[in-house]
């Protein structure tokens, strides 16, 4: 095994100009994959399972007021974060009907309208931003999935005619002559599709999963909202 891998990096060590450019190219790819894979994991995983533990707590919790204390500890939940920024906006609510210099009924349906209008709004504003965060980075991945194969098999068209170039040259179509310009150019292809493989298949779980959040995030907002509503 050990002198099978040096004999990969001897060919990869021995390929041309242009293949090692591809060659860096896709290694680059692959390492960065591996780290946005990574840390996408264990950030979407927390995500999730905190959302799942902050939404069982929420419809147990006898109040808004004791929900939003007990909601700090999750702090990697989407749900969580989304429910902080509207517990804000009813509190801004709460105030101005409160503070309302022209105690009139008038006045304050139009408070309570425009609070529920904010309260809309950030919510709405809030659970785009958790999104986002999901989704931040996942385009590499999709990047990489989609180019890495083509790169790889940039290299192998580029090391193909440097074998037939070498033939050429010599004049000899021998294995001797073309075995090497064969083998650069089949790493190349080679490691474009490690680099692709590993990169689709994570985006697409991580894609299944996000969605769920999203699902979830979304009936959230729908409950929370015909809840105030109902208490305006």
């Not at 590993?198 to 929370?224: C, G, H, M, Q, W």
């Amino acid at each position: 095994m050990t002198g099978y891998n040096m004999d990969i990096l001897h060919i990869m060590l021995s390929a041309g100009a242009m293949v090692k450019f591809v060659l860096i190219v896709l290694i680059f790819f692959s390492i960065t994959s591996w780290a946005i894979i990574i840390s996408k994991y264990i950030y979407i995983k927390k995500a999730y399972k905190e959302s799942v533990l902050f939404s069982k707590m929420f419809w147990k919790s006898k109040n808004f007021s004791d929900a939003y204390a007990m909601s700090k500890q999750f702090v990697a939940s989407p749900l969580s974060r989304a429910f902080r920024v509207c517990y804000t906006e009813m509190k801004k609510k709460a105030a101005a009907e409160r503070h309302n210099p022209l105690n009139t009924e008038k006045n304050i349906n139009t408070i309570k309208s425009s609070g529920i209008d904010n309260i809309k709004r950030s919510l709405r504003k809030a659970s785009e931003t958790e999104i986002i965060k999901l989704t931040r980075l996942l385009p590499f991945l999709a990047t990489t999935g989609n180019t890495a194969p083509f790169i790889g098999l940039f290299g192998t068209v580029w090391g193909i005619m440097n074998s037939f170039q070498g033939i050429g040259l010599k004049g000899s179509a021998s294995l001797a002559v073309v075995a090497p310009g064969i083998s650069e150019a089949l790493i190349a292809t080679a490691i474009g599709l490690a680099a692709a493989i590993p990169a689709v298949i994570a985006y697409n779980y991580f894609l299944s999963k996000i969605n769920i959040i999203e699902a979830e995030l979304r009936s959230f907002s729908t409950d929370l909202l015909n809840m105030i509503e109902r208490e305006k």
